[in-house]
């Protein structure tokens, strides 16, 4: 099956500083690539779309400027939370788009836990 | 009304029961429909994927289609504890899918 890996599993870091989380598809490649974060006990909420080459789509409400996105492969994402604080904490996944005729798959990356102090 | 709507549950069953996790749907033109188990701090995992209206049948899970009354379920037989999670539906037509909000499973042993 498909594999996505994501890396770190786990930061810990100081509040103001920034933090890169990758996503990778490892057996295919994938033209789209969606980031997501998860708080306890909730679903997941789409942060934004990554085309590679192009910008990310951003949801409504969330901050490209502080959730930047970068797509430079097709293999590859990275999401960066720049300044984090407190409230950022969260649990971040990303999935990797497989096209199939005429529908997508996602397959998911294990997840990202990102801890600001 | 939301394009997805999913029971979250929490759904508690004794251990061997057989469990129905359900979702209904409002948007025609979704066509690919899938199941999904996420386990606690873990990224969710593909279970079942399903085309057309009617059943398929993976080991104990059987994943439902009925488009006319755009509903879908998904059985799992002769529960586990290992099978306590959070399922989440998932529906696409052409350009996005669309997520449930999930259902909290937790088999007893």
């Known amino acids: 099956g498909a594999v996505v890996s994501q890396h770190p599993s786990r930061v810990i870091c100081k509040s103001g500083t920034s933090v890169k989380i990758e996503c990778r598809s490892l057996?295919?490649?994938?033209?789209?690539m969606f980031w997501y974060r998860q708080f306890p006990k909730q679903s997941l909420m789409l942060m934004a779309t990554?085309?590679?080459?192009?910008?990310?789509?951003?949801e409504q409400g969330v901050e490209k400027d502080k959730f930047l996105i970068n797509h430079a492969s097709l293999t590859l994402s990275t999401l960066t939370v720049t300044s984090a604080h407190p409230e950022d904490s969260s649990f971040y996944i990303c999935?990797?788009?497989?096209?199939?005729?005429?529908?997508?798959?996602?397959?998911f990356g294990p997840g990202t836990r990102l801890t600001v102090l | 009304q939301k394009e997805v709507e999913q029971d979250p549950g929490p759904l508690s069953v004794p251990e061997g029961a057989i469990v129905s996790l359900n979702c209904t749907y409002s948007n025609s033109a979704f066509q690919y429909f899938m199941w999904y188990r996420q386990y606690s701090r873990k990224g969710p995992e593909l279970l079942m994927y399903?085309?057309?209206?009617g059943n398929k049948e993976d080991g104990r899970f059987t994943a439902q289609v009925d488009k006319s009354s755009k509903y879908i379920s998904l059985f799992i037989r002769d529960s586990q504890p290992s099978d306590s999670a959070t399922y989440l539906c998932a529906m696409s037509g052409y350009d996005k899918v669309i997520f449930g909000p999930g259902t909290s499973l937790s088999v007893i042993p």
């Open positions: 999935s990797a788009n497989l096209r199939r005729v005429g529908t997508d798959t996602q397959y």
């Open positions: 057996d295919f490649q994938a033209t789209t």
């Open positions: 399903t085309y057309s209206s």
């Open positions: 990554s085309n590679e080459g192009s910008k990310a789509t951003y």
